[in-house]
């Protein structure tokens, strides 16, 4: 059985808001003040955001791929969100949500003006999972 897109953003929102939090007190940094299924929209808040990427079915396999987005604003150097958000992606489980395994790419941080004109940074994530289709699923 597929999962849907939708359903594949939502667990892993849910995984992060779980996991990252404790990293990022043991760290001594602020916790994001929203984990959402879309672009981030509100520009003055700490925001970490999963959305739709893309997908790709063939007659055997198939992949879906999600973007990740911290948004950071008045951090400058986010070198220890991006360690913890690492980590936590590394921890993911393919398995839980269906597919067989998942590769992983970030971009390096991008310094950027967010809300008010401040200074901040802006991380991203790819998170592409495959998987073998069974002849049920052909």
Not at 87 to 114: M, Q, T
Request: glycine content about 8%; some cysteine.
């Amino acid at each position: 059985m597929s999962i849907e897109t939708e359903d594949l953003i939502e667990a892993i929102r849910i995984f992060f808001e779980v996991e990252l939090p404790p990293l990022l007190l043991s760290d001594s940094l602020d916790d994001f003040q929203g984990y959402i299924g879309e672009p981030p929209y509100a520009v003055d808040e700490r925001q970490l955001a999963f959305y739709m990427g893309g997908g790709n079915d063939s007659e055997s396999n198939a992949s879906e791929t999600i973007r990740g987005q911290a948004q950071l604003p008045r951090i400058q150097n986010p070198v220890k969100y991006h360690d913890a958000i690492w980590k936590v992606l590394k921890k993911f489980d393919s398995d839980s949500v269906g597919f067989s395994s998942k590769a992983l790419a970030h971009e390096p941080y991008y310094p950027g003006e967010i809300g008010d004109g401040g200074a901040g940074s802006f991380l991203l994530y790819e998170i592409s999972f495959y998987k073998e289709l069974d002849d049920c699923e052909i």
